[in-house]
């Protein structure tokens, strides 16, 4: 009985590769020319998909102070990153459409406190500009610790939380830059000092006894940090020459908005976006630090809340 099955089973799979042999010899002219095609450009792609190591660029500078890359750590550390982020190429091109959507608003208001423009960078490796919420509870695109954002009177509770508004957020960080810079005289100490805090990098700083962030010993994330936001601030800047290609179409929009006044509460935020055209997706994208589905404000303070103007969502 065994043997039987098994001889069933065989002329079966072997019925099975007849058949999809006749159907492949069926196949029409056309449709065969296609597949002809196709594996011919499935062909190239893989003859053409080649990794080379990077040439490290000249004159490499964050906020206009020097990399020292004749120093063979920092060489090294920083061909890491580039080859990290360069050969992440999903990540890179995601990066690069969405700041086409953020930089416009995180810009001005760093030059607005005469923070180098540079310093947008920092917010992209700490979120992927992306409203993110980190293990510890960083919160936001720039990753702001609930005591820090009231620190800089940002307001934070259940019903509103500022660290999610981009504009606002931005403000705390260039505060946080100036502080930093003007503690260490340097904005490359400053970025570290972003993610290690003003006290771990002046800790570590006293204890090696030096005072520059790349003669530092640090630990892993903090070693890392200025090297990954160099690395995608030069690939962000020269994507073609990093093998990453795209057409303006592809890149992200900022969507223009008006701003409501709002000085009262808000039972609910699904009515009041319906009353102004659009719907309670669209408005919390807009305002995502908005955090519940109404607005308490016994207080009557005032709030800015961001409606797009009309256009740009087709649906609705």
Do not use: C
Not at 21 to 48: F, K, L, M, R
Not at 250 to 267: A, D, F, R
Not at 287 to 311: D, F, M, Q, T, V
């Amino acid at each position: 009985m065994k043997i039987l099955k098994m001889l069933l089973m065989t002329t079966g799979f072997i019925g099975i590769i007849a058949i999809s042999i006749q159907a492949v010899q069926e196949v029409p002219e056309a449709v065969a020319g296609e597949e002809s095609t196709n594996s011919e450009i499935t062909s190239g792609n893989t003859n053409d998909y080649n990794v080379y190591a990077l040439p490290m660029p000249e004159n490499l500078n964050f906020a206009g102070e020097p990399v020292p890359l004749d120093d063979p750590d920092i060489y090294e550390r920083m061909d890491r990153e580039l080859l990290v982020n360069t050969y992440w190429q999903s990540n890179a091109l995601l990066l690069i459409k969405r700041a086409n959507k953020y930089f416009p608003l995180i810009e001005p208001i760093l030059a607005e406190y005469g923070v180098p423009d540079d310093l947008k960078y920092v917010a992209v490796i700490e979120s992927s500009l992306t409203q993110a919420i980190s293990p510890a509870r960083a919160t936001g695109f720039w990753q702001i610790m609930e005591g820090t954002g009231k620190d800089y009177k940002l307001e934070i509770n259940s019903n509103v939380d500022e660290r999610y508004h981009i504009e606002k957020a931005t403000h705390v960080a260039a505060q946080y830059f100036l502080k930093s810079k003007a503690k260490f005289g340097s904005w490359t100490a400053a970025a570290a000092a972003y993610n290690a805090g003003d006290r771990g990098i002046s800790r570590q700083m006293e204890r090696q006894g030096v005072n520059e962030y790349y003669d530092l010993l640090l630990g892993e994330e903090t070693g890392r940090y200025v090297f990954r936001i160099l690395a995608l601030k030069e690939i962000m800047e020269n994507p073609k020459q990093y093998g990453l290609n795209y057409e303006e179409e592809h890149l992200y929009e900022n969507i223009p908005t008006y701003t409501i006044k709002v000085n009262t509460p808000v039972e609910d935020f699904a009515v009041f976006a319906r009353t102004h055209g659009i719907n309670y997706k669209i408005l919390k994208l807009h305002n995502p630090w908005l955090r519940e589905a109404h607005l308490n404000n016994g207080s009557g303070k005032e709030y800015l809340i961001k409606i797009p103007e009309k256009g740009y969502y087709t649906k609705i």
